[in-house]
């Protein structure tokens, strides 16, 4: 087995272990025990969550609702991921989370939801499934661009005129 036959592979295990699952019961999200944390403080993108449910709630047909994530990052900041990947597949619906900057703004703990919705044709909310609360942590990153905005705007002011001279002055080095 040469390296790319071997990365395949992993890619695959990992995949197959890091699905989370929702149980319609509980209404609890089961994190995988390999899963220990969703990403480092100002990651962006680079992180996707999977997750499957059965798509029978009841008499209710869930795969018919549209679905979002939930979510409060470690600074207590609310908003919400619209899921773009719903798949229906025998009894159960796979989706996945595309995790933001926004949910990985902050080290500490971000929790989140999973909140299905079937909505009639004006948009008006005709029935609705929560999950419970699941937690996973943000790692400690170090962000510095922001920081360095902050503390110097005069700076940044002057380099970005410098280089609208150049660029108005034919852009040569002088």
Do not use: H
């Not at 220990?36 to 059965?54: A, C, H, K, Y």
């Not at 009894?91 to 999973?114: E, H, K, P, Q």
């Not at 005709?126 to 962000?143: D, I, R």
């Amino acid at each position: 087995m040469d390296l790319e036959e071997a990365l395949a592979q992993a890619d695959v295990y990992a995949e197959e272990t890091e699905v989370c699952t929702i149980d319609n019961d509980l209404r609890t999200i089961t994190i995988p025990s390999g899963l220990q944390t969703i990403g480092v403080e100002s990651d962006e993108d680079v992180r996707r969550l999977n997750f499957q449910m059965p798509k029978q709630y009841g008499e209710v047909d869930l795969s018919e609702f549209n679905i979002r994530i939930n979510f409060m990052n470690a600074n207590n900041s609310g908003d919400v991921y619209a899921v773009t990947d719903k798949a229906v597949s025998g009894d159960n619906i796979t989706f996945s989370w595309l995790v933001g900057r926004n949910a990985l703004a902050y080290r500490g703990n971000i929790r989140f939801i999973a909140c299905l919705k079937k909505t009639d044709a004006e948009g008006v909310v005709q029935q609705e499934f929560n999950t419970t609360v699941a937690t996973l942590s943000v790692l400690e990153g170090l962000e510095t661009t922001e920081a360095v905005v902050a503390e110097n705007p005069d700076i940044i002011e002057q380099i970005l005129a410098r280089l609208d001279e150049l660029e108005e002055n034919g852009g040569g080095g002088g």
